[in-house]
């Protein structure tokens, strides 16, 4: 008798589903994200490039006057390129890190976002589930409720 009702129970509720990939993809939010992520690792190799390019410049430099300078003086050279190689090493894991958080965070945001325009979505169209697509095997399409949910998640 309990599994019969609780069977009952199920097919009463509602359930839908979305593609998160295609609301990150689509929306304003999710598009500035993206945007703000693409900008940022451009920057960050832009920075890369250019410091390769003066360090091959100061290598080269350098071994060009290898037989001019005194050995100490050449050494000391050498030493204070390295340095630099170190110390920009370390400033590019710290941006690389920063993008990282970046990201983590602006996803997070979205999430939250996200979430918060699923709840009243659910509320509003009494819908007891609502599931991701990429975990789906199979779904009637009049259960996805993506576009919908994109169309609010802009507004909102």
């Not at 939250?112 to 991701?132: C, D, G, H, Q, V």
Request: without cysteine.
């Amino acid at each position: 008798f309990i599994f019969f009702s609780t069977g009952n129970l199920f097919a009463q509720d509602k359930i839908a589903f979305i593609d998160l990939n295609y609301l990150y993809n689509n929306s304003n939010i999710g598009k500035k994200i993206t945007k703000e992520i693409t900008n940022k690792k451009k920057n960050i190799n832009k920075e890369f490039q250019d410091f390769q390019k003066k360090l091959n410049e100061e290598k080269k430099s350098l071994l060009a006057q290898k037989n001019i300078l005194a050995e100490d003086e050449y050494k000391k050279k050498y030493l204070k390129l390295e340095d630099n190689l170190n110390k920009y090493n370390e400033i590019i894991s710290k941006k690389n890190k920063e993008l990282v958080d970046f990201q983590k965070k602006s996803k997070e945001e979205f999430t939250t976002t996200l979430k918060s325009t699923l709840e009243s979505y659910s509320k509003t169209n009494s819908i007891s589930m609502i599931l991701r697509k990429e975990n789906l095997l199979i779904g009637k399409s009049n259960l996805d409720i993506t576009k919908e949910i994109l169309e609010l998640f802009n507004k909102g």
